[in-house]
């Protein structure tokens, strides 16, 4: 009878020490998965501005700030921001014009900032 009663009693602590173990890794992912939130939230935030912008709409045809379609009007170098945004908002030369709809005028000059910004001679 006595063992029977430690049997039980071990078999008890090996059910609640299996327990205890999972719940720490159920734990441990659920503050792996917040903390990747969090951070995937700062990059979105640090991604929310002219790069993004610039990432989604014009880095295929103006990788690293060049023009693949016309090597000769490259985006390094420019320096006026109201340029830019009307050659934004205009296109021409095989680039689409994009409106206020696509790309907001806030955005158009966030765009213009970037690319003064990154693309320097």
């Not at 602590?13 to 995937?40: D, E, F, L």
């Not at 979105?44 to 610039?54: D, M, R, T, V, Y």
């Not at 945004?85 to 696509?102: E, L």
């Amino acid at each position: 009878m006595v063992r029977s009663v430690l049997h039980t009693s071990t078999e008890d602590i090996t059910i609640c020490i299996k327990r205890i173990t999972a719940m720490r890794k159920s734990i441990v992912a659920a503050t792996v998965m917040v903390s990747a939130c969090m951070m995937s939230g700062s990059v979105l935030a640090a991604e929310s501005g002219g790069g993004a912008i610039f990432k989604a709409n014009c880095s295929s045809c103006h990788p690293n700030g060049g023009n693949v379609m016309n090597p000769n009007k490259a985006l390094k170098g420019m320096k006026n921001s109201k340029t830019i945004i009307t050659k934004v908002r205009s296109g021409g030369g095989g680039m689409p014009s994009f409106d206020a709809k696509t790309i907001s005028d806030a955005d158009a000059k966030r765009l213009a900032d970037y690319i003064i910004k990154t693309f320097k001679k």
